[in-house]
Each structure stands twice: as structure tokens, then as C-alpha cells.
């Protein structure tokens, strides 16, 4: 059984800063792809960013300049630094993960909500 469980956020202000952490577990042989997607009310789930292995990163031209996407491969976990949030940030952020136990799976977690205010 592998879980992805994520945390980090909260209510903030307009221009405020967060931290989400994603920490995946269970019989976890290797993570490939990382990566943060968020769904605000009425809306469908979108992309905001995705890290490779290595390290390579994409961002939702959206978040550009203001989120950055990280992880630890040692640790099995991922984290998305979030500043100069705006309102219409707000969403649940969900992390998901592409995992390798005895096969390869897509996983989700069970989502987080972000609050901006204005």
C-alpha cells in the first residue's frame, strides 16, 4: 500500500507566503515524476507544477515566478514553496506522485486547502 499524505496549508493574506509538504509511503521501491495540482471550487483540477527524478521542473505559466516546486528523493517526499499568493490561488492542492512498488502507479493524496484572503 503506498499513501501520499499532504500538508502545509492554511488561511493566508493576499501577498503571503505558504509551504505545502507531500510525504509518500509504504512499499515504495522508486517515485518518478512529482508533482502539485489544486482545485478551486466549480472548477477542474489543473496542473500547477510537476519535478522530475533529476530535478526538472514545469509550472503552470500561472504560478510562474511565484511557486517553486522541490523534493527529497532520500525522504520520499515533495514540497511546494508558495509566495506573493493572490485569491484566486485558493483551492484544494492536491500532490500526486507516479510510483513504482511492484508495478507503476499513479497516486493521489487526499488533498489540502488553501485559503487566500484578500
Known amino acids: 500500500q503506498v499513501q501520499l499524505v499532504e500538508s502545509g496549508g492554511g488561511l493566508v493574506q493576499a501577498g503571503g507566503s505558504l509551504r505545502l509538504s507531500c510525504q509518500a509511503s509504504?512499499?515504495?521501491?522508486?517515485?518518478?515524476?512529482m508533482g502539485w495540482y489544486r482545485q478551486a471550487p466549480g472548477k477542474q483540477r489543473e496542473l500547477v507544477a510537476t519535478i522530475t527524478t533529476g530535478g526538472t521542473t514545469d509550472y503552470a505559466d500561472s504560478v510562474k515566478g511565484r511557486f517553486t516546486i522541490s523534493r527529497d528523493n532520500a525522504k520520499n517526499a515533495a514540497y511546494l514553496q508558495m509566495n506573493s499568493l493572490k485569491p484566486e490561488d485558493t483551492a484544494v492542492y492536491y500532490c500526486?506522485?507516479?510510483?513504482?512498488?511492484?508495478?507503476?502507479?499513479?497516486?493521489w493524496g487526499q488533498g489540502t486547502q488553501v485559503t487566500v484572503s484578500s
Open positions: 500526486n506522485a507516479e510510483i513504482r512498488t511492484w508495478v507503476t502507479g499513479n497516486y
Open positions: 509504504g512499499s515504495i521501491r522508486s517515485i518518478n515524476r
